[in-house]
């Protein structure tokens, strides 16, 4: 167990729909970073948030979205969502913004029909 | 250009037997940590070792070792006594220094399958 927990495990949900995915991460972290892995594409760093505040942003569509609040947690938000989107999406934790520690959560499976 | 290059698509290994998974890393940051994680079927990423670019020993964790070549920037982990519950994707990753992001960049991932 990486300590990192992301809910829900599996989603499926209709095309242009919004859906919002959790993560908590390990105790003591205070960065979180958001990755897609889809077949086509492979891992793909999204974004990045340290205590609250937004860091860095990678591959991150428009229609995606994401906050880390005051506990910590961060939340993927993904709207207008098209077949394409599906995918892993992973949450991991750090102490801080870099270093030498990188929990990944179980990840949660996103299925657009 | 690829910054994390793994050329092996699978591997097949006997049980019991030790396996190289290749890595190549291209950087020019000094200050860089590599790391490899396991992604069975079940999807989840566990990671497995990390190789920080200032550290003058290779890296171990039990059956795990990073062959670390610095001056060829390659990163090869090491299975040693393979098992059965080895057989999954395997991701060498990369995170450059203090200058950049933070976040990990991977490469396609090899497959290995351990052959009872």
């Known amino acids: 167990d990486s300590g990192v927990t992301q809910t829900p495990k599996h989603l499926i949900t209709a095309t242009g729909q919004r859906v919002t995915l959790r993560c908590s991460p390990r105790s003591g972290d205070l960065s979180v970073y958001w990755y897609q892995q889809s077949l086509d594409q492979g891992l793909q760093f999204l974004i990045q948030?340290?205590?609250?505040?937004?860091?860095a942003k990678g591959n991150i569509l428009e229609r995606f979205s994401a906050q880390q609040f005051p506990d910590l947690h961060s939340e993927l938000n993904l709207s207008s969502l098209e077949l394409g989107d599906s995918a892993l999406y992973f949450c991991a934790s750090s102490p801080r913004g870099g270093g030498e520690e990188a929990f990944f959560g179980q990840g949660t499976r996103l299925t657009v029909v | 250009a690829q910054k994390i290059t793994q050329t092996q698509p699978g591997m097949f290994v006997q049980e019991k037997e030790a396996v190289t998974l290749d890595c190549t890393y291209d950087t020019s940051d000094p200050s860089y940590g590599l790391f490899w994680y396991k992604q069975p079927s079940s999807g989840e990423m566990i990671f497995l070792i990390y190789?920080?670019?200032?550290?003058?020993q290779n890296a171990t964790e039990g059956r795990y070792s990073l062959n670390f070549q610095k001056a060829r920037k390659s990163a090869n982990l090491v299975i040693s006594a393979s098992q059965l519950g080895d057989s999954a994707m395997y991701f060498c990753?990369?995170?450059?220094?203090?200058?950049?992001?933070?976040?990990?960049?991977f490469g396609k991932g090899t497959k290995l399958s351990v052959k009872p």
């Open positions: 990753a990369m995170r450059e220094g203090p200058g950049s992001q933070g976040n990990l960049i």
């Open positions: 190789q920080g670019s200032y550290d003058q």
């Open positions: 948030y340290y205590n609250g505040e937004e860091r």
